[in-house]
């Protein structure tokens, strides 16, 4: 079933533009390296995304409890002073590090391209790596917002970063689709009134995904992009 009367599109952007999972858990795994704790696989580090970068340290941390006890680091991997020197350090190495590992998703950049679609971007991401990851790929003045953790109060499912692009974009709910792989790209939606696309290809469960309850699912960003008619 196609996809019509749209005037705007709030992409998510974690496994949504652009498999950024590589980057994450390298940069991860470094932090954790640096405390002397054992790395996880990417597969591990994409259930972790999805809720902020604060969030996906505590998930890193909870799953290293075991290592913090033994090592003397701490007797609680929910700590809150724990929680935030390591927050700092991954905050500090995300931002001397580039978008080596990331890609784009096929047929993203052409979308970008061909689209008269007004467009948005909404992350839980941090302002640094989201801000360079656009720069790094040229893709800033395809999108006439750009929200992120460092620059909305409340992450997603919160609407209120829906609300803010609805208005600086002079859109209609009836007529905004949020796109995203995760959970709370779909309850963010559903909080706001606006249409949901929910793609597979990200780092969610599609089981997870598809119990949400979004609008339309697409496999991949391609298959997304050609149900828009």
Request: charged share 20%; net charge negative; proline share 5%.
């Amino acid at each position: 079933m196609s996809i019509a009367n749209v005037d705007a599109i709030i992409f998510d952007l974690d496994g949504t533009l652009a498999d950024t999972a590589p980057d994450i858990c390298a940069n991860l795994n470094h932090t954790l390296n640096a405390w002397g704790l054992s790395p996880y696989s990417v597969e591990e580090v994409k259930r972790f995304v999805g809720n902020g970068a604060k969030m996906l340290a505590l998930r890193a941390l909870r799953g290293r409890t075991d290592e913090l006890r033994a090592k003397g680091i701490s007797d609680e991997a929910n700590a809150p002073e724990l929680l935030e020197r390591f927050f700092a350090d991954l905050m500090a190495f995300y931002a001397q590090n580039e978008s080596a590992l990331t890609t784009l998703y096929p047929g993203v950049r052409e979308f970008l391209q061909n689209t008269s679609i007004t467009l948005a971007i909404f992350t839980n991401k941090p302002g640094v790596p989201t801000l360079r990851f656009l720069d790094h790929f040229g893709l800033a003045d395809y999108f006439a917002a750009v929200l992120h953790a460092d620059n909305v109060p409340h992450h997603k499912p919160h609407p209120e970063g829906v609300f803010r692009i609805l208005s600086a974009l002079h859109a209609t709910p009836a007529r905004t689709l949020m796109v995203g792989d995760g959970i709370p790209d779909v309850e963010v939606a559903k909080a706001a009134g606006v249409r949901s696309v929910a793609l597979l290809q990200g780092f969610a469960a599609e089981a997870d995904l598809r119990a949400a309850g979004p609008d339309w699912l697409a496999s991949t960003f391609a298959e997304f992009a050609a149900l828009l008619s």
